[in-house]
């Protein structure tokens, strides 16, 4: 695994996000917001996909709300909400069933809870739907939590920090300006992940500001 051996023992925990980063499952969420989307003004939804992409790590309850009060508003956006998040949902848990790992995503997960690290996933995706892809490809033997949405990001790290599990000296893999600035706002270490994440400029702009990038988990 190239030089990413030094990485198991520089850092007291490891946060995943999963889309982009443990799973090749974007083209999946891209393509399950053009299913609950449709029937809508194509360039509208097209917009507001060019949008999703630009805005990694945001729940689709927050994007698809937005949707129905300001992009194509009607005149029940709760229910329109409610029915096109359950017309994500439908297709995404076909698609993640199927998708590829992103490469060395288990081994570095394994190596990581082999050293008695703590693994967290922190992800924007649905907390029950992200937990049933992993538990059904056996990877939370090796995760301590499996943390979604509808709970933002932020609050999930808040909590794991209260509670003793977010320590100083931590890691934060990712593939979006959200990962990010959250990385740099709990004071973790930050890592982007950039061989299938939607955010085109985001190697640069991490490197930037002083971070690690890497096309994927095999670190080399």
């Not at 994500?88 to 848990?93: S, Y």
């Not at 060395?104 to 693994?119: H, K, N, P, T, W």
């Not at 085109?200 to 988990?217: I, K, M, N, Q």
Request: aromatic share 8%.
């Amino acid at each position: 695994m190239g030089h990413s051996l030094a990485l198991y023992d520089r850092y007291s925990c490891a946060i995943f996000d999963c889309d982009g980063v443990l799973l090749d499952s974007n083209p999946v969420k891209i393509e399950a917001f053009r299913v609950a989307l449709s029937g809508r003004d194509p360039a509208v939804v097209e917009a507001f996909i060019a949008e999703h992409r630009r805005t990694g790590g945001i729940s689709r309850f927050e994007k698809l709300a937005r949707f129905f009060r300001e992009l194509a508003p009607v005149d029940a956006p709760e229910q329109a909400t409610a029915e096109a998040v359950a017309r994500f949902g439908e297709a995404a848990r076909v698609g993640l069933s199927s998708c590829a790992e992103v490469p060395g995503a288990r081994a570095l997960i394994q190596a990581f809870a082999a050293r008695g690290v703590a693994v967290h996933v922190v992800s924007g995706g649905a907390q029950d739907e992200v937990r049933e892809v992993l538990e059904a490809r056996g990877l939370d033997e090796w995760i301590t939590g499996i943390h979604g949405s509808p709970t933002p990001k932020h609050v999930h790290l808040e909590r794991l920090r209260e509670s003793g599990d977010l320590l100083p000296g931590g890691v934060f893999f990712g593939d979006a300006r959200l990962d990010m600035e959250l990385a740099e706002a709990f004071g973790m270490s930050f890592v982007f992940v950039a061989g299938v994440s939607d955010w085109p400029e985001g190697r640069a702009v991490a490197e930037a500001r002083g971070h690690l990038a890497f096309t994927d988990l095999t670190l080399a």
